[in-house]
């Protein structure tokens, strides 16, 4: 950790307290127990814009996107919690999560399995391969295939078209005329820009932001000098991207 290598050991110790209680609070603050369209929770959702994850609250999704019940509204983000070793593979939310993801944006296309972003998601090219313009329809994103082979291997699947070492091999597509893997994915009749460079996509949020707090809220080690090394009981704010696509 940065404030423990830099000898900020009373900083490095309230850093530490404040991932250990978000850590135990992630489930309280992202996790729906009562469900919405079908899907059986409990589950992680994408965006909690206030601090009930059951209230059904409505969400207006960005770049054209619907107005949802939050509950509705899911992603793979909660992956990161594997991949950092927060919550094991096995974990059983982790696993109906994976499942409510899969019945929701995940397709079978002929180079296998594929995610889109989020339910929802109104970024990409129009219907007719048009240039996105504000709005559009959501695409299929290969680096999501990639996320998706990293909890595989942490879980241990050997077999299957989920196997890490084949269903990696199958994406990204072909690279783009300059060299770039799409960070998008069309279909055979719409495909997205062939110009398009995955560095030119929009830098990926952090999902369930509605106790997140914003990067303007984060103690630094200069604020956290004059005040008590208690460490915040629980986040508030938008999260670290509070604005952009959603």
């Known amino acids: 950790m940065l404030a423990?290598?830099?000898?900020?050991?009373?900083?490095a110790l309230v850093w530490l307290a404040t991932a250990d209680e978000w850590a135990r609070s992630v489930?309280?603050?992202?996790?729906t127990t009562t469900g919405a369209d079908g899907h059986e929770p409990p589950y992680y959702m994408r965006i909690n814009d206030d601090t009930d994850p059951d209230d059904g609250a409505d969400l207006a999704l960005a770049n054209g996107g619907p107005t949802l019940d939050e509950r509705a509204v899911v992603d793979a983000g909660f992956l990161e919690l594997v991949r950092l070793g927060i919550r094991p593979a096995d974990d059983p939310i982790i696993r109906n999560s994976v499942s409510v993801v899969d019945e929701t944006i995940r397709r079978d296309t002929p180079n296998g399995p594929a995610w889109y972003r989020y339910t929802g998601d109104g970024y990409g090219e129009q219907a007719d391969g048009s240039p996105w313009r504000s709005s559009g329809q959501g695409r299929l994103w290969p680096l999501l295939t990639g996320e998706r082979g990293e909890y595989e291997l942490r879980r241990g699947t050997d077999s299957g078209e989920l196997t890490p070492g084949p269903s990696c091999r199958r994406?990204?597509?072909s690279p783009t005329r300059d060299g770039c893997s799409p960070s998008r994915s069309g279909t055979a009749r719409n495909p997205?820009?062939?110009t398009g460079c995955s560095a030119r996509a929009p830098v990926r949020r952090r999902r369930c932001?509605?106790?997140?707090?914003?990067?303007s809220a984060w103690p630094t080690p200069s604020t956290l000098a004059n005040?008590?090394?208690?460490?915040?009981?629980?986040?508030?704010?938008?999260g670290p991207n509070g604005t952009g696509p959603r």
Not at 210 to 215: D, H, I, V
């Open 209 to 215: 932001r509605g106790r997140w707090p914003s990067t």
């Open 227 to 238: 005040r008590s090394r208690r460490p915040p009981s629980s986040p508030s704010g938008s």
């Open 27 to 31: 489930e309280d603050w992202c996790v």
């Open 4 to 11: 423990a290598d830099a000898g900020e050991r009373s900083d």
């Open 171 to 173: 994406w990204p597509p």
């Open 192 to 194: 997205p820009s062939t």
